[in-house]
Structures are given as structure tokens and as C-alpha cells.
């Protein structure tokens, strides 16, 4: 048995909290006369779109093991306890290898196989079209085809869980409707799709938007557009990145205060994420530069965004500051809501659930400070010794 004390991220009190064998016991309020020794307790982090970290892409291949084991210890540094390895449009082929390569990877090693959610295929049956389309290479971008994702799902031994569309092509109702039958969440992203089109999605099973408010054209119809109508249904959840460069915060209020729990933060992060500012030559978009204050652009302009180099913690900490929600409902965010939406159980502070869980210390004016990082009761990070634990 396990235990220690914290407050609760979402009760601002102080609790007392047990866990044996990877899973809580108790989870009860408890009297503390010094709270601001402790630090507060919230469920580990759960991150939808990951595309690579700390110099490591998903979809540079052949993927080495080695790498997914390093990506996987260093999202836990971050707080990330459960996270989607996103493969985005490709050949056929190469995708194909990326799912055998992540499921093999799976088989060996346990804590990444507790660690990889499920993956997240992010194309190729996008939009064609210049901006929606995004970075994705056109070459590869086709309409949607079950044959290829039953094919893709048996490599990937079963977890491919959650996939991106653009529900513009003809036949993308039958399809949906198959990959909902068989298990796979549809996310709606990278598209042009017409609003009537969003809405027979919706009706055919498509459940979420991917990063709402980017993958779009530069120039919209004020209204109806794609935005608008996925904004409004109240049956979408939408994934949004937080860095505070991909959009405005007034964009980030609305999605918040429109989508409520059905609000995702993801970081989107490439493989520049965590790495130093600098020049870099990625294989997709060439020349980029991070800047300092953490912005990734490309290096000919730099009002041309080049991905997302920046942790979940980091958009939730730009949340936080600019009074855009309150911690706990900040933190629901990577946590409650992606696990509901996704059918992910046992992500959730309360006794029988996973052990899963982050330390941290936090303040109105500095955000969260991370200070330890559990993986089914196992501490697999921390940054400073906390006497907390018995």
C-alpha cells in the first residue's frame, strides 16, 4: 500500500490518497494544518495528437524502438501518462509499417503499451485542397477507403482508435458508419466540407473535431462555413492546441464556453517539441525556426506557423494566465474529457481507478510547476523531492 497527501486539483482541499497495485483505494478529504506544503494531485495527462517529440517523429520512418521507448519517458516528464502516437497522410506502405512498428514495440515493453492510448491516423483522407490540407503532401491524400483501414488496423493490432477525415468525399457516410461499428473514433479535420456535409458526419457517427480553428482555409464565407457548424453542434467534442500561437485567445474562449466538457486540449506536438530554440531542417516544411518564446514558423516567413513545438502543460498553463478558465477546469481538459470522449476507463481521480496521476504546485501568476508524473502507481518522474509520500 501507497499513499500520500495532496489537494485535489478540482475540491481545493487537502486529501488523503491510497493506491495498491497500480490502482487507488481511498481518496478522502483530509484536515492538514499547513496546505500550501503540499502540492495538488490531478490525473495524469492525456494527449490525442502526438507527432513526434524531443527530435523523434512518428513519421520519419522506419521508426526506431528505441525512440518510442525515449518519447514515451519523456512525455512522462511532461505529465503525460496516456498519449496517441499520430501518423499523418502517407503512402499506404508506409503507414501501414508505422502501425507494425508501434504494435511490435507494444508486445515488448509493457509500460509503453500502458502508455500508447491508441493511435491516432490523421489522414490521408483529407481535403485536397491547399490550406485545409495543411502540410500533409498531396500526393498521398485519397478518398476513404475501409479495405485500407481494415488493413491498417490488423497491423496495428488493434489500436488504431482514432482517425481524422474530411467528410467532403463521396461515400464518407458509409464510411464512417463502419469505422464507428468497428470500434474507431472519427474526428473531423483538415476539411472543406460543405455544412450539410459536417452534419451527415455527425449523423453518421463522426464524434470530435481535430485542432478546430486550424487546417482551414486562410479566407472563409462569414457564415455558414465548416467552423461555424462544428462549433455549434453540440454533439462534436473538439481538440484544440493551446500554445497560444495557433489561435487568438478569443478564439480559445469561444471553444471553451461553446464545447464546455466537450473541450480537448491537445499539444499537436512535431518532433521540434521540447527541443532548443534554433534553425532546423525538418523533412516536412524544410527550413523552420524556433523562436525563443516558443513559436515554430517557417524560416522564409515567419507568419507561416511550421507545427506545434510545445507540451500540453504548456497550453494549459497559457490558459491559465490569461484567465481563459479556471485550474480545474484546465485540467479537465487533457484529462476527463479526452477519456470520456474516447471511452478511455479508469482515467479519472476515484478509488478502483488507474493510479495514473501528476504532482504539481500551483500559483494564479506562474501557472502549474510539475514536479512528479505517476504511471499505475509507479513514480516515472519527478523534478524536486516531495515529502508527501508514505
Keep these: 500500500m501507497c499513499k500520500l497527501e495532496a489537494i485535489h486539483y478540482r475540491t481545493d482541499e487537502p486529501n488523503e490518497i491510497d493506491w495498491r497495485d497500480g490502482k487507488f483505494t481511498k481518496l478522502t478529504r483530509t484536515q492538514i494544518s499547513n496546505n500550501e506544503a503540499l502540492p495538488y ?8 495528437q502526438i507527432n513526434g517529440y ?25 505529465g503525460v501518462t496516456s498519449y496517441f502516437p499520430t501518423i499523418i497522410t502517407n503512402s499506404p506502405e508506409k503507414i501501414e509499417e508505422a502501425m507494425e512498428t508501434i504494435k511490435q514495440v507494444c508486445a515488448r515493453f509493457p509500460y509503453v503499451d500502458d502508455s500508447i492510448a491508441g493511435i491516432h491516423l490523421e489522414g490521408p483522407f483529407i481535403s485536397p485542397e491547399d490550406g485545409p490540407r495543411g502540410a500533409h503532401d498531396a500526393k ?14 490488423k497491423a ?17 457516410e458509409p464510411f464512417i458508419r463502419k469505422c464507428t461499428e468497428n470500434g474507431i473514433i472519427v474526428s473531423i479535420g ?20 481535430t485542432h478546430l480553428g486550424n487546417g482551414a482555409h486562410l479566407m472563409l464565407p462569414r457564415h455558414p462555413n ?20 495557433h489561435l487568438p485567445d478569443s478564439v480559445l474562449k469561444t471553444i471553451i464556453r461553446m464545447k464546455g466538457k466537450r473541450a480537448i486540449v491537445v499539444s499537436d506536438s ?3 517539441g521540447g527541443m532548443e530554440p534554433g534553425e532546423y531542417n525538418m ?24 507545427g506545434s513545438a510545445q507540451t500540453q502543460i504548456w497550453g494549459i498553463n497559457h490558459l491559465l494566465k490569461q484567465g481563459l478558465c479556471e485550474l480545474a477546469d484546465a485540467i479537465d481538459m487533457a484529462t476527463v474529457n479526452p477519456a470520456e470522449k474516447l471511452g478511455l476507463s479508469g482515467q479519472k481521480l476515484e478509488v478502483g481507478a488507474n493510479a495514473d496521476f501528476i504532482l504539481f504546485f500551483y500559483s494564479k501568476n506562474s501557472g502549474i510547476e510539475l514536479v512528479a508524473t505517476y504511471k499505475k502507481g509507479k513514480c516515472v518522474s519527478k523534478k524536486k523531492h516531495l515529502g508527501v509520500e508514505k
Design 41 to 48: 494531485i490531478a490525473p495524469g495527462l492525456i494527449d490525442l
Design 226 to 245: 465548416y467552423i461555424w457548424e462544428q462549433l455549434a453542434n453540440d454533439e462534436l467534442a473538439a481538440t484544440f492546441i493551446a500554445d497560444g500561437f
Design 270 to 272: 512535431v518532433s521540434l
Design 54 to 78: 524531443k527530435g523523434i517523429d512518428f513519421n520519419t520512418l522506419p521508426i526506431k524502438e528505441s525512440d518510442i521507448l525515449k518519447i514515451t519517458r519523456e512525455l512522462w516528464k511532461e
Design 283 to 306: 523533412h516536412i516544411g524544410g527550413k523552420v525556426v524556433l523562436t525563443t518564446e516558443g513559436k515554430l514558423h517557417m524560416a522564409s516567413n515567419s507568419e507561416l506557423l511550421a
Design 190 to 209: 483538415h476539411t472543406s466540407a460543405k455544412p450539410a456535409q459536417i452534419r451527415s458526419a455527425i449523423a453518421a457517427g463522426a464524434k470530435l473535431s
Design 156 to 172: 496495428s493490432g488493434g489500436r488504431l482508435k482514432l482517425l481524422t477525415i474530411s467528410p467532403e468525399w463521396d461515400d464518407s
Design 140 to 153: 498521398y491524400v485519397r478518398p476513404p477507403d475501409w479495405s485500407l483501414v481494415s488493413g491498417w488496423q
